[in-house]
């Protein structure tokens, strides 16, 4: 999970900054990367998930400009320099260029809320790229606060979260709403239920001696490419299985009344596996698994969510644990190297354990006592990375949401 920069502090930052431009920073954004503890796949299909913020970000310092330039630098030098015009339409780099991310909330920010000036910024970041953990959204969430500070504009996390979702598309994948609400609400030591339309965020907090080990299997989960077409494929899937099984007999009309045709409204209507049963009368193969996943992934994050709140530990492991078969097996997005992941940490000591984010690769999570927390890492870590896991275990601290605040106050408090 090697980070993208190595942490530098804010003042060192600031310095950097300073060197690279001759400018003075006056602004300082943290937007944090989150690990979905479980509800995958269900953001985008309207039904809540349970996530948290953690300890790994994107930062920024940044100076707002007079006019509409845009000029991102990167600390790590690899990723270059990106420069463009603030605009309601902004025409976007080369696919899978790290810089779309900026101009995605650009966009939305010249559009939706009329900002005029653009900024000149440097980025550090240490959330690993294409593991499932939200890195493309703390970017965009980074840039959006830079944009709203810039221009002196609102910054509700809860509305941001919604306007950013949408902006994100821009990238070209047709993603969910999960990623910028959790990195906007994060609360230390919490989990995060997240609803849908309307966006609601309702902390839950963590047992103090649960912990979630995050693990990268090695295999990169790349949005800008295959990954990115699953993932577009799958929610196709999604609506089009939807469709099929509201016009199923059973579905009475007394049944819809006042229903709303989703997910959702289905849902609070009929149980999880009678649905699954009509999906079988109206769907092929496929499609009615895709189905089955949803409806069974919707209703386990709400018995997840009582499960935290009651501290089962045992019953929320069991409920990770069929999240990662039903992904694996009705939803096709695991990877032999997650599921490898997933069985080693069984084998030691975890008491639950999934792929976290769109899969295909990336990272499992998995659910451990904080004194067993050791033990499974260490076994990992000889089993599984043979003996040099470098960077790609973490413990996740869930973490603060996002912030924008004047470079001069954090320099000052820190
Ligand atoms: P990742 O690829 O883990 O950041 C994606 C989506 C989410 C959600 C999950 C699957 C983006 C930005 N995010 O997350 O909205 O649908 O997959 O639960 O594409």
């Not at 779309?100 to 240490?126: P, S």
């Not at 899937?237 to 049944?255: F, R, Y």
């Not at 492991?317 to 695991?334: F, I, K, N, R, V």
Request: glycine share 8%.
């Amino acid at each position: 999970m090697s980070p993208t920069s190595r942490p530098l502090t804010t003042a060192a930052l600031a310095q950097l900054f300073h060197a690279r431009t001759g400018l003075d920073a006056t602004f300082f954004v943290r937007a944090p990367g989150r690990v979905n503890l479980i509800g995958e796949h269900i953001d985008y299909n309207d039904l809540a998930v349970l996530p948290a913020a953690i300890q790994r970000e994107v930062r920024i310092v940044l100076r707002p400009r007079d006019d509409a330039h845009v000029r991102l630098t990167n600390v790590d030098e690899r990723f270059g320099t990106r420069e463009f015009e603030l605009s309601s339409s902004i025409a976007p780099f080369e696919q899978g260029d790290w810089g779309n991310y900026a101009k995605a909330a650009a966009e939305l920010f010249a559009r939706e809320r009329g900002a005029t000036r653009g900024f000149d910024a440097l980025v550090i970041g240490d959330i690993p790229p294409a593991a499932g953990l939200s890195s493309s959204s703390a970017l965009t969430v980074a840039c959006g606060l830079a944009f709203a500070a810039a221009n002196g504009l609102a910054r509700d996390p809860l509305d941001l979260a919604d306007a950013l979702a949408r902006a994100e598309r821009y990238v070209g994948t047709n993603s969910g709403g999960m990623d910028q609400a959790a990195c906007l609400s994060g609360r230390a030591d919490h989990a995060l239920r997240i609803e849908f339309r309307p966006l609601k965020v309702e902390p839950v907090p963590l047992p103090s001696d649960w912990r979630f080990l995050i693990a990268h299997s090695g295999v990169q989960a790349d949005k800008s490419g295959a990954a990115r077409e699953a993932y577009n494929t799958r929610r196709a899937e999604c609506a089009q299985a939807l469709a099929a099984v509201l016009i199923d007999p059973e579905l009475t009309p007394e049944l819809q009344a006042g229903m709303p045709p989703t997910y959702r409204g289905l849902l609070a209507r009929i149980g999880a596996e009678r649905l699954a049963w009509i999906a079988l009368r109206q769907l092929d193969g496929a499609l009615a698994r895709r189905f089955r996943h949803v409806v069974s992934e919707g209703a386990r994050v709400e018995r997840a969510r009582k499960a935290l709140v009651a501290g089962d530990i045992e019953i929320f492991g069991q409920l990770m644990d069929d999240s990662h078969t039903s992904l694996a097996d009705d939803y096709e997005a695991s990877h032999p190297a997650l599921d490898r992941l997933v069985a080693l940490a069984h084998q030691h000591g975890a008491l639950g354990a999934r792929l976290t984010g769109a899969g295909f690769g990336g990272c499992i999570v998995a659910l451990v006592r904080e004194r067993d927390a050791e033990r499974l890492r260490a076994a990992l870590e000889r089993d599984f990375y043979g003996g040099n896991a470098g960077d790609a275990l973490l413990i996740a601290r869930a973490s603060a949401g996002a912030s924008v605040e004047p470079l001069a106050q954090v320099l000052a408090r820190a």
